[in-house]
């Protein structure tokens, strides 16, 4: 009987690749079992067949390792007494590797696409093919940024590709990003939480050249929502704080440093003066320290700054506008992309 089951298998097998879940319901049938494989990274089960019309409470589970990928296994719901044999069992899992890696190469290929896609996009590029990750006419609402750790990001890789997930996905300059359609946001998020990923979310952009500053507005509302918190969106942070686009961030370093945000040696002495100082939270010692400067000099320099600007760093109002310009200048001062 065993020998005969053995041929069946074999010849079930051949659906591995085209038609894996018929593969897997076959050999529930054959095998009277219920079979499921699972990622043990996110917990997220990657095959199964249909659930068996007898199944019972009483039903045990047995966990084996898959021969072709050390993170995924197959769980075994078996009836008592009626267990499979390691003759069978042996079998099973080879050919249940099969299809198992068909998926897997799949889910790799399909999450290098998007991981090269949000790569162009942060660049101000706009790749061909896009829709056929996000959908058709799924950013024509808009679109936001999430911010997950670096350390987070090759679980939640995993993740939103095993799932499918609509969503771009890669490693960005600070953090690990995904870039959704705004009507995704719900369904991400509880995603995310399903498999405890902490994450923050950037607010509504409607430009896909505008990415990169929804990528670091998702950053700053990841960075300052606190470890307690799984999930935050940008509502939660002060809108002043933080430039939308570069455009904006041109119009606050320009209206706030004047002839400061210029080029030459002077205004570009000044302007590393400045931002040392903000830098070092107005501690004198430090930015000295840091500038290789004296006291005196800082001094002499930070009088300059307030003669060209006309903003005073003793003054709480103008501070803040020193430090919005301070938070602003990497998008004003890198280099515009064909």
């Known amino acids: 009987m065993q020998v005969l089951?053995?041929?069946?298998?074999?010849?079930?097998?051949?659906?591995?690749r085209d038609n894996p879940i018929r593969m897997m319901d076959d050999l529930q049938t054959l095998f009277q079992v219920r079979l499921s494989v699972v990622d043990?990274?996110?917990?997220?089960?990657?095959?199964?067949?249909?659930?068996?019309a007898d199944t019972s409470m009483s039903m045990r589970s047995r966990?084996?390792?898959?021969?072709?990928?050390?993170?995924?296994?197959?769980?075994?719901?078996?009836?008592?007494?009626?267990?499979?044999?390691?003759?069978?069992?042996?079998?099973?899992?080879?050919?249940?590797?099969?299809a198992v890696n068909q998926r897997l190469r799949f889910i790799r290929r399909r999450s290098e696409r998007g991981a090269a896609?949000?790569?162009?996009?942060?660049?101000?590029?706009?790749?061909?093919?896009?829709?056929?990750?996000?959908?058709?006419?799924?950013?024509?609402?808009?679109?936001?940024?999430?911010a997950i750790a670096m350390e987070d990001g090759p679980k939640a890789l995993r993740g939103v590709?095993?799932?499918?997930?609509?969503?771009?996905?890669?490693?960005?300059?600070?953090?690990?990003?995904?870039?959704?359609?705004?009507?995704?946001?719900?369904?991400?998020r509880r995603f995310l939480n399903k498999i405890g990923i902490r994450a923050a979310a950037s607010s509504t952009y409607v430009d896909l050249r505008d990415a990169k500053y929804a990528a670091e507005e998702a950053l700053r509302v990841f960075s300052s929502a606190g470890t307690n918190k799984q999930w935050d969106?940008?509502?939660?942070?002060?809108?002043?704080?933080?430039?939308?686009?570069?455009?904006?961030?041109?119009?606050?370093v320009e209206q706030v440093l004047g002839s400061l945000a210029g080029a030459d040696a002077k205004s570009s002495t000044l302007r590393d003066t400045l931002f040392t100082f903000i830098s070092n939270d107005r501690r004198w010692n430090e930015t000295s320290a840091a500038l290789g400067i004296h006291r005196?000099?800082?001094?002499?320099?930070?009088?300059?700054?307030?003669?060209?600007?006309?903003?005073?760093?003793?003054?709480?109002?103008?501070?803040?506008?020193?430090?919005?310009?301070?938070?602003?200048?990497?998008?004003?001062?890198?280099?515009?992309?064909?």
């Open 5 to 16: 089951k053995l041929s069946k298998l074999y010849q079930l097998a051949t659906y591995a």
């Open 40 to 52: 043990t990274q996110t917990g997220l089960v990657i095959l199964e067949g249909p659930t068996l």
């Open 63 to 98: 966990l084996y390792s898959l021969p072709g990928d050390t993170e995924t296994k197959l769980r075994v719901f078996e009836h008592p007494g009626e267990e499979l044999s390691s003759f069978l069992l042996i079998h099973i899992l080879q050919v249940i590797d099969m």
């Open 117 to 146: 896609m949000l790569s162009s996009v942060l660049d101000e590029h706009l790749p061909d093919g896009i829709e056929s990750i996000l959908g058709a006419g799924a950013i024509s609402g808009g679109f936001q940024c999430v």
């Open 161 to 188: 590709s095993i799932a499918a997930l609509p969503v771009l996905a890669g490693f960005g300059r600070s953090s690990f990003l995904l870039l959704m359609p705004e009507q995704r946001h719900d369904e991400v």
């Open 233 to 252: 969106d940008f509502a939660g942070v002060p809108i002043s704080l933080l430039t939308r686009s570069r455009k904006e961030a041109c119009a606050i």
């Open 296 to 338: 005196q000099t800082l001094s002499y320099r930070l009088a300059k700054i307030k003669d060209i600007t006309g903003r005073d760093v003793g003054s709480s109002a103008d501070l803040s506008a020193f430090w919005l310009a301070f938070q602003a200048w990497p998008s004003y001062s890198e280099p515009l992309l064909d």
